[in-house]
């Protein structure tokens, strides 16, 4: 009885991880009971995009930073594995060469960026990164030995990631990691800086605290992430082409994370099933109506309505509308129990 | 009514600070009203909210029987308020010339009337006419400042600190000016020098933590040592 | 020679294709704090309205005044109801106007078709002036007319009229400019439009120089446009000038010589500006 009780009062304090733990068991078991090929497919790109889209809310809405050349780590992980599965063994040996390449270059990409930026205007950062990432698409549009150009190739991957169920599982577990260890950093110590530094950098400067150290850190974090997300994504594929470091990957990323809430890394995952979802879907329309095969105006439009009038995206717009409900209770509970 | 400008019981926020509680403030007309008050009381802000700069969010301020507290900026401006700020605002890549000539605001005889007064005041200034602002010295950059809140037919004037940063010498002849100016206009002056407040103010209101705390007229101030240590730390 | 010179003067021309995009980017930022993502897209507009009216009327004049007249529009537009209801935070402009430039690209595939257009000089200014063993091509050296004319004008605007002393006032000391009783909302608007019309101008006169236009040129150009205005100093006009001069000489001699760093050049001398002087290489405001 008393475990019960215990159990119970678990569940109610922690309404929102019972929540997300069953979404994460339901996602584990789907393959085994549905069995879409394209189902999986879709949602193995969903959990690739929100990792990517999970770095960009850590800049963004934790840090207040905008970088507008995510892709540029994106595109550094998903070269690094294409590289390494091309010219050697696909095996998981080189797989983890892969990793800590990318691990390696989106760090000292980050950290140069970084570096230069982000004691300046962040117009500067967003410009810079920019700027990088159109130097990182001619730079495998050019190089020709090594990325084979605008065509890209395609690569093996090691046995392990062949079974499409396999390789969903592995991309669910990352992502949900991913998920954990960002939702821990961020209510560490050093993920408060972050947030006190998007509400008031000066302050907190002011107070001591060495803001260029932390957000550089921010930086190099979720340039890393990115570049995992690339690996997985190149990986889904089999193959990369230079497509990985165009504008349209950073704009994915912010997006998903604008539309889903910014500062939520829920929001993220959410803003990435649903703007994956409607790619699909909207695919599919343009089959019927050729403005559909412009879907991503769409998206223009609804995200700048979303900057405008829900600059907190659907989780926190959410929130907000909770919390002011809950509120609103607690203060009738307090009127009635004065009256 | 001789009350130019009545401000009553003002608040004010900048960001999620508290910074005016309480403000009220009578300025007669052709009179200097000196507000004093230590480093951070609230008296560049109240000159600032007055300006709607940092706008009240309680209160009002009524400017020649109008209530201002929640125009624009620049409408306060037109209404006849002149502006000198604490750094002076000077747009140090424009020349004293092109400085003198954002600030006009209607080009006719009365204002090249002000305009010549105004440079026989400050010499300096038509001395340096085709001068960058930045390359002036500080004294130069306040009477520059002073000159542009005057050209425009302002019934008001608003100085913050006129004499901060300037040496002994140069703090006299702005003083001096502002003394000239005060048969032409009223002025409301902040101002940490006590000299010269004493000097040129007529009445006094002393700001603390964002309230009004104290008036009376100069004289009255002058002779009281309390007050001054209280609120201001003169011994 | 001959190659030196013709690299020159290419040089020059793309510098003139950059400055006047460049400019507007500069004046807007420095005036409103806002750094227009969207800027690209304007000058794709002006490039897609300008060459579709030409090809239409047959007059190369009524594209070129098409255009402007069409980055007008936008530049109001855009200020309106897309800048002035974010006015004040950083990030949300940022993020807007970087959606506005989305729109912008992806409106021109719905109107004009997802395929690249192509444009030819009109009659007048095809072919080349031959002195000596130097051929000038005529069309890049009119490029660089209307480019040093658009500075004069803006130059002169700037210096001589209230409205631009007001707008380099604004560079200076917005919050000062108000207290002088200036309406300075009026005055972004008025700045926007500039130089949404710049850009537009500098991307209808691209159309006939590269021989065809894309809907990705805006955001190609708009790279370019951002190194010249760090480069040149963010808010400093005539630092744009300069710095995109700078850029398209450095391009167009890199092209040739080293192709494959060329923009590796410009994102190079971008980084070590900012490191070394984030407030641009050509002096202070101004």
Same mark, same amino acid.
């Given at each position: 009885?008393?475990?019960r009780?215990?159990?119970?009062?678990w569940?109610?304090n922690?309404?929102?991880?019972?929540i997300?733990?069953?979404?994460?068991?339901f996602?584990l078991l789907l393959?085994f009971?549905?069995?879409s090929?394209?189902?999986?497919?879709?949602l193995?790109q969903i959990?690739?995009?929100?990792i990517?889209?999970? !770095?960009y809310?850590?800049?963004l809405?934790?840090?207040g930073?905008?970088?507008?050349?995510?892709a540029?780590?994106?595109?550094?992980g998903?070269?690094?594995?294409?590289?390494?599965?091309k010219?050697f063994e696909?095996?998981?040996?080189?797989?983890?060469?892969?990793?800590?390449a990318?691990?390696?270059?989106?760090?000292i990409?980050?950290?140069?960026?970084?570096?230069?930026?982000?004691?300046?205007?962040?117009h500067?950062?967003?410009?810079?990164?920019m700027?990088l990432?159109g130097?990182?698409?001619?730079?495998?549009?050019?190089?020709r030995?090594?990325?084979f150009?605008n065509?890209?190739?395609t690569?093996r991957?090691?046995?392990?990631?062949?079974?499409?169920?396999n390789f969903y599982?592995?991309?669910?577990?990352?992502?949900?990691?991913?998920?954990?260890?960002?939702?821990?950093f961020t209510?560490?110590?050093l993920g408060?800086?972050?947030?006190?530094?998007?509400e008031n950098?000066?302050r907190?400067?002011?107070?001591g605290y060495q803001?260029?150290?932390y957000k550089?850190?921010?930086?190099?974090v979720s340039?890393?992430?990115?570049?995992i997300?690339?690996i997985?994504y190149a990986?889904?594929?089999r193959?990369?082409?230079t497509?990985?470091f165009?504008?349209?990957?950073?704009?994915?990323?912010?997006?998903?994370?604008? *539309?889903?809430?910014v500062?939520?890394?829920?929001?993220a995952i959410?803003?990435a099933g649903?703007?994956?979802?409607?790619?699909?879907?909207?695919?599919e329309?343009?089959?019927?109506?050729?403005?559909f095969?412009?879907?991503i105006?769409?998206?223009g439009?609804?995200?700048?309505?979303v900057v405008?009038?829900?600059?907190?995206?659907?989780?926190g717009?959410l929130?907000?509308?909770?919390w002011k409900?809950?509120?609103?209770e !607690?203060?009738?509970?307090?009127?009635?129990?004065?009256? | 009514?001789?009350?130019?400008l009545?401000?009553n019981?003002?608040e004010?926020?900048?960001?999620?600070?508290?910074i005016?509680?309480?403000?009220?403030?009578e300025?007669?007309k052709?009179?200097?009203?000196?507000?004093?008050?230590?480093?951070g009381?609230?008296k560049?802000?109240t000159?600032?909210?007055i300006m709607?700069?940092?706008?009240?969010?309680?209160?009002?301020?009524?400017?020649?029987?109008?209530?201002?507290?929640s125009?624009?900026?620049?409408?306060?401006?037109q209404k006849?308020i002149?502006?000198v700020?604490e750094?002076?605002?000077?747009f140090?890549?424009?020349?004293?010339?092109e400085?003198?000539?954002?600030?006009?605001?209607?080009?006719?005889?009365?204002?090249?009337?002000?305009?010549?007064y105004? +440079?026989?005041?400050?010499?300096?200034?038509?001395?340096f006419?085709?001068k960058p602002?930045?390359?002036?010295?500080?004294?130069?950059?306040q009477m520059?400042?002073i000159a542009?809140?005057?050209?425009?037919?302002n019934q008001?004037?608003? *100085?913050?600190?006129?004499s901060k940063?300037l040496?002994?010498?140069?703090v006299e002849?702005v003083?001096?000016?502002?003394?000239?100016?005060?048969?032409?206009?009223?002025i409301?002056?902040?101002?940490?020098?006590f000299?010269?407040?004493?000097?040129?103010?007529?009445c006094f209101?002393?700001?603390?933590?964002?309230?009004?705390?104290?008036?009376?007229?100069?004289?009255?101030?002058?002779?009281d040592e309390?007050?001054?240590?209280?609120y201001?730390?003169i011994a | 020679?001959e190659?030196?010179?013709n690299l020159t003067?290419?040089?020059l021309?793309?510098?003139?294709?950059?400055?006047? +995009?460049?400019?507007?980017l500069t004046?807007?930022?420095?005036l409103?704090?806002v750094l227009n993502?969207?800027h690209?897209?304007l000058?794709?507009?002006?490039?897609?309205?300008?060459?579709w009216?030409?090809t239409?009327?047959?007059?190369?004049?009524f594209?070129i *005044?098409?255009?402007i007249?069409t980055?007008f529009?936008?530049?109001i537009?855009?200020?309106?109801? *897309?800048i002035?209801?974010?006015?004040?935070?950083h990030?949300?402009?940022?993020?807007?106007?970087?959606?506005?430039m989305?729109?912008? !690209?992806?409106m021109l595939?719905?109107?004009w078709?997802p395929?690249?257009?192509?444009a030819?000089?009109p009659e007048?200014?095809r072919?080349s002036?031959?002195?000596?063993d130097?051929?000038?091509?005529?069309?890049? /050296?009119?490029i660089?007319?209307?480019?040093?004319?658009?500075f004069?004008?803006?130059q002169?605007?700037?210096?001589?009229t209230?409205?631009?002393?007001?707008?380099?006032a604004?560079v200076?000391?917005k919050?000062?400019?108000?207290?002088l009783?200036?309406?300075?909302?009026?005055v972004?608007?008025?700045v926007?439009?500039i130089?949404s019309?710049?850009?537009?101008?500098?991307?209808? +006169?691209?159309?006939?120089?590269?021989?065809?236009i894309?809907?990705?040129?805006?955001?190609?150009?708009?790279?370019?446009?951002?190194?010249?205005?760090?480069?040149?100093?963010?808010?400093?006009?005539t630092?744009?000038v300069?710095?995109?001069?700078? /850029?398209?000489?450095?391009g167009?001699f890199?092209?040739?010589f080293?192709?494959?760093?060329?923009l590796?050049?410009?994102m190079?001398?971008m980084?070590v /500006?900012?490191?070394?002087?984030?407030q641009?290489l050509?002096g202070g405001?101004?």
């Amino acid at each position: 009885m008393a475990e019960r009780g215990e159990g119970m009062k678990w569940i109610v304090n922690n309404r929102m991880n019972a929540i997300y733990l069953i979404i994460a068991a339901f996602l584990l078991l789907l393959p085994f009971v549905y069995e879409s090929r394209n189902m999986l497919i879709l949602l193995t790109q969903i959990f690739v995009f929100a990792i990517l889209a999970m !770095s960009y809310d850590l800049l963004l809405g934790f840090t207040g930073i905008v970088s507008f050349g995510h892709a540029m780590f994106f595109g550094i992980g998903a070269y690094s594995i294409g590289i390494f599965m091309k010219r050697f063994e696909p095996t998981m040996l080189h797989f983890i060469y892969a990793v800590l390449a990318t691990i390696l270059i989106t760090a000292i990409v980050s950290f140069i960026v970084g570096l230069l930026t982000l004691r300046l205007k962040s117009h500067f950062y967003a410009m810079l990164t920019m700027a990088l990432a159109g130097l990182f698409l001619v730079l495998a549009e050019k190089w020709r030995t090594l990325t084979f150009g605008n065509d890209g190739f395609t690569f093996r991957v090691p046995e392990i990631f062949i079974d499409r169920t396999n390789f969903y599982i592995i991309c669910l577990v990352t992502m949900i990691a991913v998920f954990m260890i960002l939702k821990r950093f961020t209510n560490s110590p050093l993920g408060r800086v972050l947030q006190a530094i998007r509400e008031n950098e000066q302050r907190t400067e002011s107070l001591g605290y060495q803001v260029l150290h932390y957000k550089i850190a921010a930086s190099v974090v979720s340039g890393v992430l990115a570049g995992i997300a690339g690996i997985f994504y190149a990986m889904s594929l089999r193959y990369v082409n230079t497509s990985v470091f165009t504008m349209d990957i950073t704009l994915d990323a912010l997006l998903m994370t604008i *539309i889903g809430g910014v500062g939520t890394l829920v929001g993220a995952i959410i803003g990435a099933g649903l703007i994956e979802f409607a790619h699909d879907g909207l695919t599919e329309l343009a089959k019927e109506h050729w403005i559909f095969e412009r879907w991503i105006i769409f998206f223009g439009i609804i995200y700048i309505l979303v900057v405008i009038f829900f600059p907190l995206g659907i989780v926190g717009t959410l929130r907000k509308f909770t919390w002011k409900r809950r509120k609103l209770e !607690s203060a009738k509970k307090k009127e009635n129990l004065a009256g | 009514m001789s009350e130019l400008l009545k401000i009553n019981n003002i608040e004010t926020y900048i960001g999620q600070y508290h910074i005016l509680q309480g403000v009220t403030l009578e300025v007669k007309k052709g009179e200097v009203t000196v507000l004093l008050g230590r480093n951070g009381a609230g008296k560049t802000t109240t000159l600032r909210t007055i300006m709607g700069l940092n706008p009240a969010s309680k209160g009002s301020i009524v400017f020649k029987g109008e209530e201002i507290q929640s125009l624009p900026t620049y409408t306060i401006a037109q209404k006849g308020i002149g502006y000198v700020p604490e750094d002076q605002g000077i747009f140090a890549g424009l020349t004293v010339e092109e400085n003198m000539k954002v600030a006009i605001q209607k080009e006719n005889e009365e204002t090249h009337k002000r305009l010549d007064y105004i +440079l026989n005041l400050f010499p300096d200034l038509k001395k340096f006419w085709k001068k960058p602002g930045g390359l002036l010295s500080g004294g130069q950059k306040q009477m520059l400042s002073i000159a542009r809140a005057y050209v425009n037919d302002n019934q008001l004037l608003l *100085i913050d600190e006129p004499s901060k940063g300037l040496a002994p010498i140069v703090v006299e002849k702005v003083m001096e000016s502002i003394l000239q100016m005060k048969d032409q206009t009223t002025i409301v002056l902040v101002e940490q020098n006590f000299m010269m407040a004493s000097t040129i103010g007529d009445c006094f209101y002393i700001i603390d933590d964002g309230r009004t705390v104290s008036t009376g007229p100069m004289k009255q101030l002058k002779e009281d040592e309390e007050m001054k240590r209280k609120y201001l730390g003169i011994a | 020679m001959e190659l030196l010179f013709n690299l020159t003067l290419n040089g020059l021309a793309t510098g003139m294709l950059i400055f006047l +995009l460049a400019a507007g980017l500069t004046l807007i930022f420095g005036l409103m704090d806002v750094l227009n993502f969207a800027h690209g897209g304007l000058f794709a507009w002006g490039a897609y309205s300008g060459i579709w009216i030409y090809t239409t009327t047959g007059s190369f004049l009524f594209g070129i *005044i098409g255009a402007i007249l069409t980055g007008f529009l936008l530049g109001i537009i855009t200020e309106k109801w *897309i800048i002035k209801p974010v006015y004040g935070n950083h990030v949300q402009q940022i993020l807007i106007t970087l959606g506005l430039m989305l729109v912008l !690209s992806e409106m021109l595939k719905v109107i004009w078709g997802p395929n690249q257009l192509t444009a030819n000089p009109p009659e007048y200014l095809r072919g080349s002036w031959e002195i000596g063993d130097m051929i000038i091509i005529k069309y890049r /050296v009119f490029i660089i007319v209307v480019g040093l004319l658009v500075f004069a004008g803006v130059q002169f605007l700037l210096k001589n009229t209230k409205i631009g002393l007001v707008v380099r006032a604004g560079v200076m000391n917005k919050e000062m400019v108000q207290a002088l009783g200036i309406n300075i909302k009026k005055v972004f608007m008025f700045v926007f439009m500039i130089g949404s019309g710049m850009a537009a101008l500098g991307g209808v +006169l691209f159309g006939p120089y590269s021989g065809v236009i894309h809907a990705g040129m805006g955001m190609e150009f708009a790279i370019l446009a951002f190194i010249v205005v760090v480069i040149g100093g963010m808010g400093n006009f005539t630092g744009s000038v300069m710095a995109a001069i700078l /850029v398209g000489l450095s391009g167009s001699f890199m092209a040739y010589f080293v192709p494959e760093l060329s923009l590796a050049v410009n994102m190079l001398l971008m980084a070590v /500006v900012l490191i070394v002087k984030p407030q641009g290489l050509f002096g202070g405001k101004g």
